[in-house]
């Protein structure tokens, strides 16, 4: 059956961390997929205002790059302030993605761990659920927490505990792909956000399952 699926983020590069692999595979399997960026991404660290816009530039045209490269049919973007969101209203984080909701009627969310470190991604993950509202005529059926590299893993205690592993073994080099488009946020190892980093916690997730490479998800709504 043909699905929907939606990638709420809070940052650029954050939906590739989360579940690029697994999106890749259901767009290969014919499902059509979407990404929703929230916030602008770069306005927290220490730039002046011209080097500001200019980063911002290189970073949208990244994220445009990085999404088209598995296929992804819609890119939506909203400018909320990076590592901010606590700043503004709850209820226009969950406005923004009403509106994108109500314009592609997912049958999948994919989005933030509630529990992370970074605020932005604990308040998209309030503004995903309460868009979502299990109302009858709600189309969005399933929604997963993905976990984020540098974020996740960085909160104490350690609390994701994942209980749904798609096999992304055919399509972990299409997620490192889409992760090298961002340029301007990848970063060496040992720091997680690498590309030795993404494709070890595969890895990792791979072994605790009994496949090569996986992607790992806490399931938050799974109506069948």
Not at 76 to 91: A, C, G, H, I, K
């Amino acid at each position: 059956m043909h699905k929907k699926i939606l990638i709420v983020a809070a940052h650029p590069d954050d939906e590739v961390l989360g579940c690029f692999g697994t999106v890749a595979r259901l767009i290969k399997e014919g499902h059509e997929a979407y990404t929703l960026i929230l916030g602008e991404g770069k306005s927290s660290r220490d730039n002046d205002i011209d080097d500001l816009e200019e980063e911002l530039d290189l970073l949208k045209s990244e994220s445009e790059e990085a999404n088209t490269t598995i296929g992804i049919k819609k890119l939506f973007v909203e400018q909320f302030p990076d590592n901010r969101f606590d700043s503004v209203d709850l209820l226009d984080l969950v406005k923004a993605v009403s509106k994108v909701k109500e314009e592609i009627d997912p049958d999948i969310i994919f989005t933030h761990y509630e529990h992370d470190l970074n605020i932005d991604h604990q308040l998209t993950y309030k503004a995903v659920i309460t868009a979502a509202r299990p109302m009858e005529d709600e189309s969005v059926k399933e929604i997963y927490a993905f976990e984020v590299l540098s974020s996740t893993e960085w909160n104490y205690p350690l609390s994701f505990t994942p209980d749904t592993f798609f096999d992304i073994s055919d399509t972990i080099e299409d997620k490192l792909k889409a992760m090298r488009a961002y340029g301007s946020e990848l970063r060496d190892y040992p720091h997680p956000r690498s590309l030795k980093g993404i494709e070890l916690n595969a890895q990792y997730h791979g072994m605790r399952v009994g496949r090569e490479y996986v992607e790992a998800f806490k399931s938050i709504r799974v109506i069948k």
